[in-house]
């Protein structure tokens, strides 16, 4: 089946799951105006950034194609990306934060291909192609920061995510989208807004996927690198923003020593941030990213690793000490009295599997109802299962064709006759097949001989939990495109024809064919029709400016009279003190 989009030497690694969150550029859609605003924004970034960023920022503009004049195809920036190991793909907006990271750790960026309007040109709610493009692609030409961002997806991926999660995700996703559209109203605006603040206010204890979503705020969007009284911006979220590259440099703005604390701070995306965390060097990131993967369910497992899965409703997977991982929706555990793990259960669709691959015969069709299995040593028994030879296995009974009853010291009780037994590469011993088989604990009925075939799954304690299955092509098509879209922008005949105009102005400069009256004609269009309009007259005061024409005083005159309305005034101060 052909890809919707075009595949390079890293996108073509992606997993067919994630294929549904690409879209196509929408590059048609960009008006000269939307165009106008990269351009400024760009170039006040390289002037003022070129002081108070990370030296990786202007190297890396070069490195992975980002124009500074035009906003680029990502076509043409996966050619330049490639050599650096990554790719770029457009999407919609904001993605769920799994299949976000997953992206991310097959270094592959995602890019929202929205470009903001001109009244959020400083800053704005939904993620954009200047922030994807012009802050995150730049400073991944920095391999230390590149591999901790790899490493960052890789890890995030497998982060449980609470019920209340996604929920908060989808309000996020539609405050961002309403507030970026000119024609949203008022009341439309507030009553999102409410829903966020209620779902920030409400989450209860965070998630693993929360606290790691703060951990890659506070970093890779809203880090700052250095001394704690002079440090550098690194992250995407402030070197795409021109207000708050600004803002956050000032002494209002609280710098705290980075560390694994963050996890634990949240943010606000609809406001600036009143505090931001301080990393001294970009190795460090990767210290603190180590420091929280040693405490999520992935590399501590037990109990209370599958208690998150439980909680979480969504897919994931529990891996026991054989290597024997189980990946379905799990949705009860029995706990034995030392607060391990006796049984597990999931419901649905199942799959087993042994290093991330899916065992011939125990895929979601075999197993479409569920799976259980208890977890732990035999009763009485020193030598676990797992680490019997075939000759212990023999002298234990535990043998193709006898019937057995197993006791588990957590009280769960195996009775059945045994089929055979399924063995990794090594010869360990994953899977127990019984027929006739009963499974009970204490006075529940766990597996009946009725349902058939039981398949016990061999491991004496669970090792790792987390999001997602083991192999990713188990269960095919997984997770879902948000029902929210971002809404095309509906443009008045006024608005076309003063982005004509834009346009116009456009094609003089990329020409270098500049004439007076052509200026003073648009001049007197927009002091006619566009009175308000700032970045057009700003353009003109430069190709006037450049060309040393007398209408370089009335623009002038007229940028100053603009300045009266505090909505723009920094704006125009800063684009005259650019071109002074």
């Known amino acids: 089946m052909e890809s919707h989009f075009e595949l390079n030497e890293v996108t073509k690694k992606l997993p067919k799951h994630l294929h549904k969150f690409v879209v196509k550029q929408p590059y048609h859609e960009y008006t000269a105006q939307n165009q106008a605003v990269w351009r400024y924004v760009m170039r006040m970034n390289v002037d003022y950034l070129g002081k108070v960023a990370h030296a990786s920022y202007l190297e890396g503009l070069d490195k992975t194609g980002v124009s500074i004049e035009d906003i680029p195809y990502m076509a043409g920036m996966n050619r330049i990306l490639k050599d650096i190991g990554w790719a770029a793909v457009s999407v919609d907006g904001f993605i769920p934060p799994n299949a976000f990271m997953e992206f991310q750790a097959y270094n592959v960026l995602v890019i929202a291909s929205d470009m903001r309007t001109i009244n959020h040109i400083e800053y704005t709610p939904a993620p954009d192609i200047i922030h994807e493009a012009a802050g995150h692609a730049p400073i991944i030409a920095n391999p230390e920061y590149s591999e901790y961002l790899r490493r960052f997806g890789e890890i995030g991926s497998k982060a449980i995510s609470s019920s209340k999660d996604y929920e908060i995700y989808e309000a996020i996703r539609l405050l961002s989208i309403l507030k970026e559209n000119p024609n949203s109203t008022e009341k439309e605006i507030n009553e999102a807004q409410e829903k966020v603040e209620w779902l920030q206010d409400n989450m209860g204890e965070l998630s693993e996927m929360a606290q790691i979503r703060n951990l890659h705020w506070w970093t890779v969007e809203y880090g700052l690198i250095g001394k704690l009284d002079d440090p550098k911006i690194y992250g995407a979220g402030l070197l795409s923003s021109i207000g708050e590259s600004m803002w956050c440099m000032k002494d209002e703005v609280k710098k705290v020593p980075y560390s694994i604390e963050a996890a634990n701070v949240s943010f606000d995306i609809t406001k600036p941030q009143p505090q931001l965390f301080v990393t001294p060097d970009f190795a460090y990131l990767s210290m603190v990213l180590n420091e929280f993967a040693n405490s999520m369910a992935l590399r501590t497992g037990g109990l209370k690793g599958v208690e998150k899965l439980i909680d979480s409703s969504n897919l994931g997977t529990v891996e026991l000490s054989t290597g024997i991982q189980i990946s379905g929706v799990f949705t009860n555990v029995i706990e034995d009295s030392k607060g391990n793990v006796a049984y597990l259960q999931t419901a649905g669709p199942t799959a087993l599997a042994s290093r991330d691959k899916e065992l011939i015969g125990h895929g979601i069709i075999y197993h479409a109802e569920g799976f259980g299995s208890p977890v732990g040593k035999l009763k009485g ?56 088989c009963m499974v009970t604990y204490q006075d529940q009925i766990l597996f009946q001989p009725e ?111 603009l300045k009266s309305n505090k909505s723009y005034s920094t704006l125009i101060e800063n684009g005259l003190h650019l071109l002074s």
């Open 451 to 561: 349902w058939g075939v039981y398949d016990m799954a061999i491991g004496k304690e669970l090792v790792s939990a987390y999001s997602g299955p083991a192999d990713v092509s188990s269960f095919g098509d997984m997770g879902k495109v948000s029902e929210t879209k971002t809404t095309k922008i509906e443009y008045t005949p006024s608005q076309k024809e003063l982005y004509k105009l834009y346009d116009e102005v456009k094609e003089m400069r990329n020409k270098d064919v500049v004439l007076e009256n052509d200026i003073l004609t648009i001049f007197t269009k927009l002091q006619n029709d566009f009175k308000d309009d700032w970045l057009l007259s700003l353009e003109l005061y430069e190709l006037a400016l450049s060309k040393d024409f007398k209408v370089k005083t009335a623009l002038k005159n007229h940028l100053e009279e």
């Open 381 to 436: 028994i020193n030598l676990p299962i797992e680490d019997m030879s075939p000759r212990d296995l023999k002298a234990y009974g535990i043998y193709e064709g006898e019937a057995i009853t197993l006791e588990f010291e957590s009280g769960v009780v195996v009775d059945g006759k045994i089929i055979t037994g399924t063995r990794d590469l090594r010869g360990k011993i994953l899977i127990i097949s019984f027929k006739d």
